[in-house]
């Protein structure tokens, strides 16, 4: 099969804005694509954690430093023991067994995210709504630009968007010297 122009030319880094200009619609409907795909995902995953997840969470309380395990349902911040918005998720990870787990990072959304988030899972349980599909732009308008919060658990640690560098660098555990890295859920 012969291709219409020199590709590997195309996609050398020198080339490839080039490239990606002169076929920016082509580019646009690979991205819209890639991104409806990812968010179906995600809210598939969410919905349906039973086949794709864990359907529990630790939750640590950021007053108290407490961990209670609950339905990964719920949406953090959730309300902790002094009655505000202290509790979220806890994540943590082993280069062994999860019984010497080491919590790595919390995470939590931010308020419009958390709306965003109860406002889909109220579509998908309401009987009038159920067969609708979610509302994936409200979705992916509440994500955008910082709806999932990270920080260290470091007593007052800054939170930090997920996106952001500081965030990735909070989410990304260090690499295990023995073992291999692994996410520890609740059994």
């Known amino acids: 099969m012969i291709l ?4 590997k030319e195309k996609l050398k880094p020198s080339n490839l804005r080039n490239t990606i200009n002169e076929n920016s619609a ?3 409907i690979i991205a819209a694509v890639v991104a409806i795909v990812a968010i179906a995902f995600i809210v598939r995953t969410m919905f349906h954690s039973t086949s794709y997840g864990p359907t529990t969470a630790y939750y640590y309380d950021t007053s108290d430093g ?6 990964r349902s719920k949406y953090p ?3 902790g023991k002094t009655g505000k918005p202290t509790l979220v998720w806890a994540e943590y990870y082993s280069c062994s067994s999860c019984s010497d787990k080491t919590l790595a990072y919390l995470e939590k959304y931010s308020a419009q ?21 979610p509302n994936f732009a409200m979705m992916q308008m509440a ?8 920080r260290s658990p470091k007593k007052g640690s800054k939170w930090y968007p997920l996106e952001s560098p500081q965030g990735m660098q909070i989410a990304t555990p260090p690499a295990c010297s023995t073992g291999q890295l692994k996410a520890c859920n609740p059994s």
């Open 143 to 150: 994500m955008q630009g910082g709806g999932i919060l990270v």
């Open 4 to 7: 219409p122009y020199n590709w």
């Open 77 to 79: 911040p959730l309300i």
């Open 66 to 71: 407490s961990v209670q395990v609950l339905p």
């Open 26 to 28: 082509v580019m646009s």
């Open 113 to 133: 995210a958390k709306k965003a988030m109860e406002q889909l899972q109220a579509q998908q349980s309401n009987p009038k709504t159920k067969g609708e599909p």
